[in-house]
């Protein structure tokens, strides 16, 4: 079974336990030296389990993390962030044929994190007296990816640079609030996965300002006309410009972006 195969597995698999397994074994294909390149895409429907229940992203309850159902709600929601980035890395890797090496090896590598991830703060609910799949979800970041199937510059620029990225301004205020609250354990989780995910975006910006080099685009406009295009939500301040400073982004395009948002 090839590497694409065994990521195309995990994609498909319905139960979370299943989804695990198959990354523990995408896992082990990785540790194997090789070039995986394929050239034909492998589209496969992404599998859904039964639960957490999935709602518009404006009827997701919000919570105080002032108590422990609240602490459990607000770390139930970025575990499903994480679930979901398992899903996005495979698609990232899978939708597209026909690219560098290097492309697949980072996508692939990046689910592997994102599955270690969400173990993280698995466990950490299950200390709090819950597991995944208690508490409602949106999927308004598969539903991005959905939006560019049809092209990998726009699922760069959209889905991690964009989307992903937004994690990197939220980490911070809520390791703080977690802190304030006495859950220390949970905001360090969270410096481990703020870490990861500087790195993650920083992919997004390093394969989207490939494929603009390809084309003879300007990343910069063409990232905020692909925002616009999209109707996708503008980075709102204040953002953590030091994590998107080391992601690839510049301080010209953070103040450009801070001023957009300041006008809509």
């Not at 859904?48 to 997701?60: F, M, S």
């Not at 108590?67 to 970025?78: D, E, K, N, P």
Request: charged residues 20%; negative net charge; contains cysteine.
């Amino acid at each position: 079974m090839s590497i694409f195969d065994t990521a195309a597995l995990a994609l498909a698999a319905d139960t979370v336990t299943g989804k695990l397994s198959h990354m523990d074994a995408l896992s082990a294909a990785l540790a194997v030296p090789s070039a995986p390149t394929f050239s034909t895409p492998i589209i496969v429907e992404r599998g859904v389990p039964e639960r957490p229940p999935r709602v518009a992203p404006g009827k997701v309850p919000r919570r105080s993390p002032h108590t422990v159902a609240g602490r459990a709600a607000l770390l139930h929601a970025i575990a499903h962030i994480e679930y979901s980035a398992i899903d996005l890395a495979l698609d990232h890797a899978l939708r597209f044929a026909g690219l560098p090496t290097g492309y697949y090896v980072d996508w692939l590598g990046v689910a592997v994190e994102e599955a270690h991830h969400f173990r993280l703060l698995r466990g950490h609910l299950q200390t709090l007296g819950h597991d995944y799949g208690d508490f409602p979800v949106h999927d308004s970041l598969w539903a991005m990816a959905m939006k560019t199937v049809h092209d990998p510059l726009a699922r760069m620029a959209l889905v991690p640079r964009l989307l992903e990225a937004r994690g990197l301004d939220a980490t911070p205020p809520i390791q703080k609030k977690l802190a304030e609250v006495g859950d220390t354990a949970a905001a360090e989780l969270l410096d481990i996965i703020l870490r990861d995910e500087e790195g993650h975006v920083g992919l997004g910006d390093k394969w989207f300002r490939h494929f603009c080099a390809q084309r003879g685009l300007a990343p910069e406009p063409t990232f905020r006309a692909l925002i616009a295009d999209h109707g996708a939500p503008w980075p709102q301040a204040p953002m953590n410009e030091r994590a998107r400073l080391a992601a690839g982004f510049s301080p010209a395009e953070l103040a450009d972006l801070t001023a957009a948002a300041a006008d809509r």
